[in-house]
T-cell receptor, first 107, second 117 residues
C-alpha cells in the first residue's frame, strides 16, 4: 500500500529565509505526486504537481525516486506563505495525503 | 460556478443519531470523494465515485454510506454516529478519473465540522 510521510507537523521560519517542507513516500509503482495547500479560512487547493515541473508562488518540488522524496522548497519565504501544506500521492483513483505540515513565516 | 458546495458547515450529533452530509458540484466532474481530516492524521479517504451509479470504498469506509444518483451530488450518510466520527469532513471532485491527472486537480469544498457527543 502507498504511504506518504511528512515528518514535521510544525515548521517556523523567518521572512526571507529558505524553507523546505519534507515529504517521503512509499509506493511500488510510478508515483504521481502533488502538494496541496490550505490557507487560513480558505479551501484546500492544489499548489503544484511533479509532472508539470512548475514553480508556483516561488515554490518548487523535485521528485527524487532514489530517495522516494518530493520535498517542497522556496528560497525566500514570505508571510503570506503561512499555511497548512499537504503532500499527496495518487494511485489509480485514490489520492493519499500525508499528515500535513503547518508552516509559519515569522516577520 | 459555485464549485463544490457542502452543507451543513457545522453539526452536533448525539451517539446513535443518523445524518447526511451533502455535497454538490456544478463543474460536471466525473470524480467525487469524501475525506475526513483529523489532527495528526491528515486527510483520509472515506468513499469515492467515478461517475453516477458507481461508488467505491476508500481507506476508512466503516460507518459511512454513499450514493451517486446524479453527477452533481454525492451525499455521505452516517447511519449511527459514534464519537470516533467527530472530525472535519471534506468533499472533493475532479474532472477526470483516469491515471493521467495533469488536468484534473481535486477541487475541495469548505468542509463540515461534525461533533458527536
Amino acid at each position: 500500500a502507498q504511504r506518504v510521510t511528512q515528518p514535521e507537523k510544525l515548521l517556523s521560519v523567518f521572512k526571507g529565509a529558505p524553507v523546505e517542507l519534507k515529504c517521503n513516500y512509499s509506493y511500488s509503482g510510478s508515483p504521481e505526486l502533488f502538494w496541496y495547500v490550505q490557507y487560513s479560512r480558505q479551501r484546500l487547493q492544489l499548489l503544484l504537481r511533479h509532472i508539470s515541473r512548475e514553480s508556483i508562488k516561488g515554490f518548487t518540488a523535485d521528485l527524487n525516486k532514489g530517495e522516494t522524496s518530493f520535498h517542497l522548497k522556496k528560497p525566500f519565504a514570505q508571510e503570506e506563505d503561512s499555511a497548512m501544506y499537504y503532500c499527496a500521492l495518487r494511485r489509480e483513483r485514490q489520492l493519499t495525503f500525508g499528515s500535513g505540515t503547518q508552516l509559519t513565516v515569522l516577520p | 460556478n459555485a464549485g463544490v458546495t457542502q452543507t451543513p458547515k457545522f453539526q452536533v450529533l448525539k451517539t446513535g443519531q443518523s445524518m447526511t452530509l451533502q455535497c454538490a458540484q456544478d463543474m460536471n466532474h466525473e470524480y467525487m470523494s469524501w475525506y475526513r481530516q483529523d489532527p495528526g492524521m491528515g486527510l483520509r479517504l472515506i468513499h469515492y465515485s467515478v461517475g453516477a451509479g458507481i461508488t467505491d470504498q476508500g481507506e476508512v469506509p466503516n460507518g459511512y454510506n454513499v450514493s451517486r444518483s446524479t453527477t452533481e451530488d454525492f451525499p455521505l450518510r452516517l447511519l449511527s454516529a459514534a464519537p470516533s466520527q467527530t472530525s472535519v469532513y471534506f468533499c472533493a471532485s475532479s474532472y477526470r478519473t483516469d491515471q493521467s491527472s495533469y488536468n484534473s486537480p481535486l477541487h475541495f469544498g469548505n468542509g463540515t465540522r461534525l461533533t458527536v457527543t
